[in-house]
């Protein structure tokens, strides 16, 4: 049978405690790797996974979620949605999220429990999971699968169908935008299957699949800020298994990305550490055409060390757009070379645009960070910090 379809009330998960939306910090983080995929990406796109070989970036360590056999799970024990909220902000108006998953409880003739809000506990046959985008304040939109029998026992006429739905859901208030219902291309059962939109601009297309993503139906959303987020939903009694997500962004020339230090981590890191060049570092000159380029600060910066080579840590200086930048925020990246001492840079400038072609870095001395920038005729020169 057919089940009713509600809308419960949402609420968002964050890696200390459940919150309100409207209270939580964006903790936005854009990732590379070098994985296999359901969908390959736009070849200009720059595409972020989560899954076990990262420690599902951006997604673990939240209070409700626990890393099993690879895959990480939500157990909703609960009346209402929870929304596990990725650490990605996505500016660009463009952008895919995939994520592969299966609802382990989704079998024929079982019940699963939930506790409602009177603490009183209570069971459903069917339950949903999904995703959710265009996460803001106070407005997100979530696509939910869930699967039903249409005629229970009745081994002539039952069918195993899938529902699709979307739904916004803005200030407490819920629409269902758009339904769908098949009965092929998903897994109906606990197996694990692709759920994935494909945002550009208002349009958006929903694309569903146990190994190839196909569409089942575009709708109309509008998006009301100009920085989003997105997540997985696990509704109420579903547990849901994850095995990866895939966020592609299409336009990635702005780049908002919060790595979660704070100057204190940043300091007992630094003295713990054993790589010469980690450390903190401050504006210390420049040689700039300014009628091609100006600094927006006086940067004062960390450099921690990552597989690649380094990241620099905003932590302090910004003059232009200063309300935009917090301690922590990546304000660009080194990635070695086959020179030593010498780097390819990706600098994000005060306006959170990301420039990463003809720029260059050199750390000397484990003293002296000096970034080049060749066609806009200047470089800035940085200076370590001899105490923490």
């Known amino acids: 049978m057919k089940p009713e379809m509600s809308v419960p009330e949402i609420y968002f998960g964050v890696w200390e405690n459940m919150y309100n ?26 595409t972020r996974y989560s899954m076990a070989s990262n420690n599902f970036a951006g997604l673990g360590s939240q209070p409700f979620t626990v890393v099993v056999d690879n895959r990480l799970v939500i157990d909703n024990q609960g009346a209402d949605d929870i929304v596990c909220l990725d650490s990605v902000g996505i500016v ?8 592969r998953f299966a609802n382990t409880h989704n079998h024929i003739g079982h019940r ?30 979530t696509v ?13 006429n039952d069918r195993r169908l899938a529902d699709i739905v979307v739904t916004r859901h803005v ?7 758009a339904r769908w219902t098949i009965d092929d291309r998903v897994d109906l059962y606990d197996g694990l299957t692709g759920l994935a939109v494909d945002v550009k601009g208002d349009n958006v297309v929903v694309l569903v699949g146990r190994h190839t993503l196909s569409a089942v139906g575009t709708v109309d959303v509008s998006r009301a800020v100009s920085v989003v987020s997105v997540g997985l939903v696990a509704g109420s009694a579903a547990l849901m298994s994850i095995e990866r997500t895939m966020l592609t962004v299409t336009e990635a020339e702005h780049i908002i990305d919060d790595l979660d230090w704070t100057v204190e981590t940043l300091g007992a890191h630094f003295e713990m550490s054993t790589d010469i060049n980690e450390g903190f570092y401050t504006y210390l000159d420049r040689d700039l ?13 960390a450099l921690v060390a990552s597989d690649s080579g380094y990241d620099i840590v905003y932590v302090d ?8 930048w917090s301690v922590g925020m990546l304000k660009g990246r080194l990635r070695r070379t086959q020179f030593a001492g010498y780097y390819s840079l990706l600098w994000i400038d005060a306006e959170h645009q990301a420039i990463d072609t003809d720029v260059t870095a050199m750390l000397t001395d484990a003293m002296f960070l000096t970034l080049k920038f ?3 005729a200047g470089e800035v020169r940085f200076s370590k910090d001899l105490v923490f």
């Open 289 to 301: 055409d300014e009628s091609k380029a100006r600094l927006g600060g006086r940067y004062r910066v």
């Open 21 to 46: 939306f409207g209270t939580m910090k964006r903790l936005l983080q854009i990732l590379t790797a070098c994985m296999a995929v359901l969908l390959s990406p736009d070849a200009n796109a720059l």
């Open 144 to 156: 939910m699968m869930s699967c039903y029998d249409t005629a229970p026992g009745d081994d002539v």
């Open 171 to 177: 200030e407490g208030s819920s629409t269902v935008l």
């Open 317 to 324: 200086g910004a003059q232009v757009n200063a309300s935009q």
């Open 374 to 376: 060749p066609t806009l």
């Open 92 to 99: 660009s108006t463009g952008y895919r999220y995939v994520v």
């Open 112 to 141: 699963y429990g939930y506790v409602d809000s009177t603490g009183k506990k209570k069971h459903r046959d069917t339950t949903s999971c999904g995703l959710a985008f265009n996460i803001s304040d106070g407005d997100t939109t």
